[in-house]
């Protein structure tokens, strides 16, 4: 009797601290304290590009020696999360047979399958490089020998897992000669936080999500940081002081998403664990293009990684048929010269007095992510959508340290002087005074670069 009393007592505490602990997390999670600014009524954004494609970076399939799964699996769940391209990275086995490395890239259920491979350099760390005439697991002869390959190939590259393990991360202290750097690596950050105190509150909300039909809300919610991060910071530090690629014209890699996708396993009925279908729909690489992507798909997976090079990116945590209407980037007021009329100056710039909004006329060019303007008076950043996008919040970041908070629906913020500007953008369910409840991360851009003005100021 005295033993059943010591378990009842026992299972009772036990699935109090149960609770406590679940409770704790989940509130942790949802709860921040950020104080918000009144953005502006909806601008009129900048110019939409020509054209816009969506989809993930780096996915594996069964011709890596770690991860099974097909590519007509990859491109059919590509196709439901209404994606437009996957760039695979696999890396090649010793035995793997040499005709499944000869198709750089096919179009398989109207997806872009851009057949990349993940490659080590030896005491640099890794990336991944699309439509290289050979397939390699590591390469060894430096990274001067492996970018003229590169340029040879006319080749796409991408730092990959920057910040990840101690035997991929990153060595070099930029990114010369690479096109992108993954800013977000979903394998890397589900690592980190299953390690963490929370772990079990992840796996059971993931678990559960696996059965409801929700997996990719509660994969996404392993970011519950938002874009303040070491990955970010390592990233911007790339921008800051014009970028290590301003010689060559562009001001620094572009930050991408990838997804170190590996399914290892295969359930009863079929269905891959990792899954497809949840992991396509978390992290998505939305891309400008000058113009469609064509029928050719080596044409087509060239387009797109010069596209991706130029930097006219940004990144959305789900939600990709919602981001497709958001539009960013550097506009003039009317006539190009002078302050906008209603406008106050602060320690940021000239910006809008609440309840005033600036009626600002687009230049005939603006200056998009990815891209560089020079500085003058009344240069502002807008952003915004087409169509209300709900509750929503702005981050602007200038040379890696935070401008402010803005509430959507848009963003109209003057430049207060040069530096590498980006924006990040948030929703939220409820907000009392600087308590905001379930804020979490949605869309992030890359920096637009605004260079000192012809004088100097």
């Known amino acids: 009797m005295v033993k059943r009393r010591f378990l009842l007592r026992a299972a009772r505490w036990f699935l109090v601290a149960a609770g406590v602990y679940f409770a704790a997390v989940y509130a942790g999670a949802r709860l921040d304290w950020v104080a918000m600014g009144e953005g502006s009524a909806r601008p009129a954004p900048p110019p939409a590009p020509s054209t816009r494609v969506a989809g993930a970076i780096h996915v594996h399939t069964r011709r890596s020696h770690d991860a099974i799964g097909t590519e007509a699996e990859v491109a059919r769940a590509a196709r439901a999360a209404g994606l437009d391209f996957v760039f695979l990275a696999d890396h090649r086995d010793v035995g793997a047979p040499a005709a499944e490395w000869e198709r750089t890239a096919l179009w398989e259920e109207g997806v ?117 991060s070491p990955g970010v910071a390592a990233f911007d530090s790339l921008w800051v002081g014009g970028g290590t690629g301003a010689a060559a014209g562009h001001p620094g890699p572009t930050a991408v998403g990838g997804l170190d996708m590996h399914p290892k396993a295969r359930l009863p009925g079929g269905r891959l664990l990792p899954d497809y279908a949840s992991s396509l729909r978390t992290m998505i690489n939305h891309v400008a293009l000058d113009a469609p992507l064509g029928p050719d798909p080596v044409a087509a997976a060239r387009a797109l990684g010069a596209a991706i090079r130029r930097g006219d990116v940004f990144v959305s945590f789900g939600d990709a048929a919602g981001a497709r209407g958001f539009r960013v980037g550097m506009v003039a007021p009317r006539g190009g010269a002078g302050p906008t009329p209603g406008l106050s100056t602060s320690a ?110």
């Open 348 to 457: 940021e710039g000239a910006i809008p007095d609440v309840g005033e909004s600036a009626t600002l006329a687009p230049l005939p060019a603006h200056a998009p992510p990815g891209g560089t303007t020079r500085m003058a008076a009344g240069l502002q950043l807008e952003a915004g959508f087409a169509t209300d996008p709900g509750r929503v919040a702005y981050r602007v970041v200038r040379d890696g340290r935070e401008v402010g908070w803005w509430r959507g629906p848009g963003l109209s913020r003057a430049v207060a002087g040069p530096g590498a500007y980006r924006v990040e953008l948030y929703r939220y369910s409820a907000r009392v005074g600087r308590l905001v409840w379930n804020l979490r991360p949605w869309i992030f851009v890359n920096p637009v670069l605004v260079r000192p003005s012809a004088g100097g100021g």
């Open 112 to 228: 872009l399958l851009v057949r990349g491979q993940e490659i080590r350099l030896e005491r640099v760390g890794k990336v991944l490089v699309d439509r290289l005439d050979t397939a390699v697991a590591s390469w060894t002869g430096g990274v001067e020998s492996f970018l003229a390959r590169v340029e040879r190939d006319s080749a796409f590259t991408v730092v990959a897992h920057p910040r990840g393990r101690p035997g991929d991360a990153w060595r070099l202290p930029g990114a010369p000669g690479m096109a992108a750097w993954e800013v977000f690596d979903f394998a890397d950050v589900a690592r980190r936080r299953l390690a963490s105190p929370s772990v079990a509150y992840h796996l059971v909300a993931l678990v559960s999500g696996e059965l409801m039909g929700r997996a990719e809300h509660n994969w996404l919610r392993l970011y519950r940081d938002g874009f303040r």
